[in-house]
């Protein structure tokens, strides 16, 4: 084997200016080392197995020295051999076969020089008794348009394979306060390839591995009695153009605004959706507050389309809508209707995952509503109340739609007793009561009693916490009016007095004290 005393590395110098200003994030960068181990490791798996025996698996470590500045990956996959070394460190060579984790001919050239502006790289390949190194100083070489490199070489044992980055000098040194979030991303990228087993990974000596949540296990939620199911649906999606998606969708037990989600892989690496980045069509998903949004999750593997240079999305070239249709209908076929059980599904558990938040609301009550201002109201509202009903706590007859409402009529039974319920969402007053009501008080021919229930939306107790509020929290707003609507018309229909006056104290406490 004949010895390589340098290496050609035009066309491409210019370029290698170029790249650190790419627009990486640190763990896409880092990737790429990781793509070219197991690019390497795929390549020549049942070799390297059986020189080191079958359960022979890729390990890749990367160390961050901050005292040094020095950012260090190491691999024992099957090394740079011999005769890809023209290829391996010339800029956007690509490789003779593309269709595996390295494609560009770019990653490590690109994500090295993005780091840092001197790295180099020691490598021995499976089967070959030379160690050889390469370095690179990308300022010198640029500013002295060196097009060839040299090549430092050292006998090593036949049986030896490895190779080691070494980035100095690093200049988008990550912070430490990042680290987690690396961890947490470079697992998620990774997630097919360790759980499987052929790769450990490594970040300062941790072991890096992803945590798959745990499925939801339960009846439909509307036939309760039914036995319990798996609410995972497994998808084969064809698309134009020869391309598909496969893999699973799936209900979190437990829900996650930061990790529910899909997540989109190719070749077994994930693209878009690592760690708290998840990719969520509002067209399945919904708003940030709705529930699909924190319990879909799932892994589909992308055939047949591209990704970008830097491996960080999906070239979707037109087809992302067709995509996002056909897997929402496939998540509301009848057999597994996976997004309204997540919309609508509630268990005790699911309640207590708002505990947390609980506690935050109401510690920020506490800082908002001082007792004084409180009080003073209350004095107020009190001062002005009699024995007898005011004008306001007695129900008009009928209220005036308006251009702006959201309507809707009811027809409740209740108790046996039949009410119909005119509501109404007012967007145009903001000066009126937060709540009114009109009772005909009269019973219909069919015996049902009609009542109308208007809330102020421009109130500035609904501007300030139901502006943004999804479809089923200003469901929960209308019930709740509704059922102080029917209990005060109960209370009165049964001798009650001053059956209104606690619908008319809330009204002035709403806008005076309980809405800043």
Known sequence: MAKIDSINIR????????????????????????DNALQSFLSRKSELREVEGRK?????????????????VRDNAAGIEQAAYPRAFRPAEVPTDATGLSEFGMGMKSAAAWFAPVWSV????LGEDEERTVRFDIDKIVKDTIEELEVHSRAVPVDQHYTEIVLEDVRKMPQKRTIGKICDHLSSIYRAFTRRG????????????????????????????????????????ELSGGRRAEGFVAIRAKGSTGRAGLALLRRDRLIEGSADETYRPPEIFGAANSFAYQRVFGEINLVGFKVSHTKDGIRWDEAEEEFVTKLKAALASADMPLLDQAQHWRSTETARESRPQAQRAVAQMQEEMPVAKVGTVIAKVQAHQTDEPARNEVPQQRMQAKDDDVAEHFELDVLGARWEIDLAFDYKDATCDWIRISDQATHAPGGSRRLGVRLAMLHPFSQRFFAKADADQIQGLARLAIGLVLSETIARDGGVKLAGRIRTSLNELLRLALSS
Do not use: C
């Open 11 to 34: 066309p491409g110098v210019s370029m290698l200016s170029v790249l650190p200003h790419l627009n990486y994030k640190p763990w896409f960068a880092l990737g790429e080392f990781v």
């Open 56 to 72: 022979f698996v890729l390990s890749v470590d990367i160390d961050i020295d901050y005292a040094a500045q020095r950012i260090v």
């Open 122 to 125: 020691r490598t021995t390949a």
């Open 198 to 237: 052929d790769l450990v990974l490594t970040l300062n000596g941790d072991p890096l591995t992803f945590e798959d949540p745990e499925i939801l296990t339960a009846p439909h939620w509307k036939r309760k009695s039914e036995p319990p199911r798996l609410w995972r649906k497994e998808l084969n999606v």
